[in-house]
């Protein structure tokens, strides 16, 4: 285990005026209703997202920001509501006015090489707004462009590809979807291997609309004590998971448990440490939504399908229980709240959104965790190869606005390979969460449990 915080060093980049880039071929002008589970509040913001390519030899003459550019227009042909606007319509209904004006494109150049990023290639990227520039009056929901790319050349011969993308129109795998594309045709196809699929009626609420399940992740609870704390108040740091640490807390579980995901594993440990960094009332409600996609418990949607498709189903337990009980109470929660996740939890979920007005996830005493490692990721190759590390660029600004952690696979310049937790707390609990992580990894290595759980419990209450 590993713990990193902003490894912030000087470089200038140089950005050429930002661009739009519009489909390369004519696109039909026609207006596409998003899906009641796409436009509700809790996506209504802009998910950025990073690469890191080292140089490539066999590419030399090749300039990344020409191809990329040119393929973007090329794939936007396929893509071509990405290359229009969001309107808003009656009860907040959003839907695109396929325009074909284009997208946000920056041509730049940085001073400095891969290498000299050392950890700052994961988050917390104290680098972003260089690598991704904030083009003013852009980053709007409403009747802006729906996202923003900006290539740097670096001085090794290496680049960075940043996104920004509107999250309405598409979660992580649908993003996923689009940036292959990319990929492919920069690489030299006529078309991708997957064609896109809009249908998205396939989740919109029903008629009537019928709500079938508990929804604690839309609980509207009242931040009486000022606990929700802006994101720029927050100290950020990533914790590196690497297998030896998984498989050393994993001995720690029941024997009935140990069959658990590294996911269910990492998420409960991370639950009940923040917990005990933030030190609240025992008897206050802690809620971790586990985003589950649906396109690993259904076949119903089509393949190419690129809206959002997932859930965040709750799992709740008071802040004394989950500090005082063994990790393994934490791991059979998040199960459980995982397994909750139907196409029938999904419909349910649709269904709220249509009585209850597209209502925000609960952000008082929550986290949100999000697994990208299958979804985003080095395997995006432009014609350099893979990217040496590629996710969302923040644990921040997500679905619980500062109060989500994407998981991310990780590779080190030895080659050791880990699972990467970027984590925003306020800079006291973040203090603690450090100090509990490290303890409860020396408990694990003496197997001085009864020590661990005094520990923990003193901390917490």
């Known amino acids: ?56 030899p066999s590419m030399d003459g090749r300039d990344p920001v020409d191809v990329i550019r040119k393929a973007l227009a090329e794939t936007l042909v396929f ?67 729906l996202s923003l790319f900006q290539v740097t050349r670096l001085k090794c011969g290496g680049f960075i590809l940043a996104i920004r993308l509107n999250h309405t129109v598409a979660d992580a795998f649908g993003i996923l979807q689009f940036l292959n594309a990319i990929a492919e045709i920069a690489r030299g196809a006529v078309a991708p291997s997957i064609l896109p699929v809009w249908q998205r009626a396939l989740l919109n609420a029903r008629d009537p609309p019928t709500i079938t399940h508990n929804h604690h992740e839309y609980d509207q609870v009242v931040d009486t004590k000022g606990i929700v704390v802006p994101l720029k108040d927050m100290a950020h740091r990533s914790v590196i998971f690497h297998p030896s640490d998984i498989s050393a807390i994993r001995k720690t579980l029941p024997t ?8 269910d594993l990492i998420t409960a440990c991370i639950w009940r ?78 269904d709220l959104m249509v009585i209850k007005g597209r209502p925000n996830f609960t952000a008082v005493r929550s986290l949100a965790v999000s697994d990208v490692r299958k979804a985003m990721i080095d395997g995006l190759d432009f014609g350099w190869g893979n990217a040496i590390f590629g996710g969302p660029a923040m644990g921040g600004a997500a679905t619980v606005p500062g109060l989500t952690s994407f998981y991310m696979s990780f590779k080190n310049n030895k080659g050791e390979e880990g699972i990467v937790v970027p984590l925003s707390l306020p800079a006291p609990a973040m203090e603690r969460f450090v100090l509990e992580l490290e303890d409860l990894f020396k408990t694990i290595l003496t197997n001085d449990a009864t020590n661990s759980k005094r520990k923990f419990v003193s901390s917490a209450l």
């Open 273 to 350: 440490t923040r917990t005990i960094a933030l030190q609240p009332d025992p008897n206050e409600e802690m809620r971790l939504l586990c985003i589950v996609n649906l396109r690993t418990k259904s076949k119903s949607l089509p393949l190419g399908y690129y809206g959002n498709a997932f859930a965040c189903p709750a799992a709740l337990a008071t802040a004394g229980k989950l500090c005082m009980n063994p990790l393994g109470y934490a791991v059979e929660l998040v199960r459980k709240a995982k397994n909750e996740v139907t196409e029938e939890y999904m419909k349910s979920v649709a």
């Open 79 to 145: 893509y071509y509501p990405f290359a229009g606007r969001l309107r808003e319509g009656p009860g907040r209904k959003l839907f695109v006015e396929c325009t074909g004006e284009g997208v946000l494109f920056i041509e730049a150049d940085a001073d400095v090489t891969l290498e000299q990023f050392g950890d700052a290639i994961y988050p917390p990227f104290a680098c972003l707004e260089d690598v991704l520039y904030n083009v003013p009056d852009s980053d709007g929901i409403i009747d802006c462009p």
């Open 256 to 263: 009935h448990l140990r069959c658990c995901s590294s996911f």
């Open 1 to 56: 285990m590993a713990m990193s915080s902003k490894n912030d060093f000087v470089f200038e980049v140089q950005r050429c005026q930002p661009e739009l880039i519009a489909p390369a071929k004519p696109t039909p002008y026609e207006f596409k209703q998003l899906s009641d589970i796409d436009d509700q509040e809790g996506f209504r913001f802009q998910i950025p997202t990073i690469f890191f390519y080292p140089h490539n």
